[in-house]
């Protein structure tokens, strides 16, 4: 398979994009810097947030920046595009049809993921403006996992989680995540999608196990398949 070279809609958030190029780099199987994914990344922080404006908070229109980007990307090389964003994919035809390239869907890679390694119910951790879409929901249906979404009350410290903590760059909460765990524990859940790139900070800072299925590493691994390279051990 032609190797293809991969572009990074990155900013959506900045830590997370760093953070995916790490894992890209990691889970490749290469013995020297020419076998690596050749990739171009855009960390554009001036994108729009994807959540309020799904909510009506904000008129800011998050795509047209983002096929932009995509422009951009296209333009220097890119031949497939990865987005470390859930919420963004709330978007995904949207963004796929103005791109006009290959874009890998990490929300569905995702859900496939789940299904793969025999989860029967998984929590859903994301941001409101994923959940509210629907997109996980969907995606896990097709997928014949069962979707269980957190309470209210639950919710608000996801999102606390997600902007007070790892977009603020602030050390994760323990409390917070360990008052969420247990109301999910609560629902029977028997894994748990990390439904946000920002939650993959967590997992990483917390050394989180492998119960927790990470999107972000899903993005990774399906990127590198897309571009024709292959995973290591």
Known sequence: MKKKVLGIIGGVGPLATMLLGEMIVKRTKAKSDQQHVNM?????????????????R???????VMISDATKLISIGAEVLAVPCNTAHSFYQDIQKGAGIQMVHMID???KRAAQIGAKKVGILATTGTLTTSVYQLACQRAGVQ????????QKLVMSI???DV???????FLKWQQIISKMDDLSCDYMILGCTELSIVKK?????DTYIDSLMVLAESSILACGYELND
Do not use: F, H, M
């Open 205 to 209: 800072e917390l050394n989180l196990g």
């Open 162 to 164: 997600i902007y007070d």
């Open 58 to 64: 904000s008129k800011a229109n998050p795509v047209p």
């Open 167 to 173: 977009k603020a760059s602030q050390p994760v909460d």
């Open 40 to 56: 171009v990344i855009t960390n554009n922080t001036s994108i729009p947030d994807r959540t309020t404006y799904i909510l009506d």
């Open 147 to 154: 979707p269980v979404v957190p309470d209210e009350e639950t």
């Open 109 to 111: 890679e995702t859900a």
